[in-house]
């Protein structure tokens, strides 16, 4: 609809335009008619043929003033000496070149418009009283110079829009651009928690059913303990998986679920336990971190636990808190090597990646290697400030 709308509305613009050019023309010719009629001087053809005929050629030349500017101003305003109807033409032309705001053009044409008027006083045995020189002068180059003002007033304006327009148009792109962030952030920070909730459950459950397949010495009981766990833990699986999806679909100004911190590292490490890790836990953090710091720190030991599940199984698991409010938390999870060769599940590859950048955002440092016993050791160093000491600051 708008491309259809803007063709109609610019030919209507240069419609009226050069309709008001010809209708500021007519008073110039009237009076030169009136003048010449009052002194009975002779029209002749001109004044009623050429006069007409030339400002129609002035006006029409007004088509491609913004094709050819300098050259159809300089045209209108020489041809505007055989033409008292073309005054309007040539005012129109001298607007159109101002808006420009060329200096040197503006001069050119506006001092050819007052020079082809003087001219133009000779084209009519028209008698001018003594002393009227001055008004020959005068009257042109106030009539140039209040073109001059309007079209150099109408350029500022154009140069004022276009860069009203080129800023909305940088500003919607850029906003774009950070919605397209915006959404990448987001799809990130949802794998990661993706990754997080449901790489170690499933990771335990698939430790879980590796053991049954390739232990066939299991009594009923241990069988069925580790049935019953791999039930548990596909449950707690599909339970947190809705927990995400819920928070997903929950509307944007709902608060998310409160996410797990230091405190329930216990509570992971008695899940691995119950699914068959052998884990133990040292801790002698002092305090309590920030939920930041916190809820990385529980990342950390449950990417570790996961990875011992995955590529270890069957082997020892050793994990060591220590911190406190003003040093930093020193977190370590260390696996001895593999005891059984079960079947190993398929690795995404982002889990260290993700747990990389937890830690990068939160200010710490991540290593991990393999151990000179053939095991694995994953430690981190989150930066713990004290709270108090900030708020003295």
Partial sequence: MNTDVAPRLGGWQQTWRLAAAAALGIPAWLSTGVLLHQQAAETGSWFLIGDPLVALGCLTALLWRRRFPLAVAMTVAIASTASGLATGAALLALASISTRRRPVEIGVVGLAYVTASQFAVGLYPVQMPPGSLWFQLAFPALTAGIAVAVGMAIGARRVEVRSLRDRAESAEREQTARAAQAR????????????????????????????????????????????????????????????????????????????????????????ARTSGLEVTLTTTVTGRPSDVVGRTCYRIVQEGLTNAAKHAPGARVHIILEGTAGDELYVSVHNSPATTRNARPPASGFGLLGLTERIDLAGGKLNHHPTPDNGYILTAQLPWPDPTHEKRT
């Fill in 184 to 271: 990448a952030l987001e799809r990130n920070r949802i794998a990661r928690e993706m990754h997080d909730v449901l790489a170690h459950r499933i990771s335990l459950v698939a430790m879980q059913a590796g053991v049954l397949d390739h232990r066939s010495d299991l009594a009923a009981e241990e069988n069925h303990v580790l049935v019953r766990g791999i039930a548990d833990g596909s449950h707690q699986a599909l339970e947190e998986l809705r927990d995400v999806l819920g928070v997903l679909r929950a509307d944007p100004g709902r608060p998310e679920p409160p996410q797990p911190s230091l405190d329930r590292v216990p509570d992971l490490v008695a899940d």
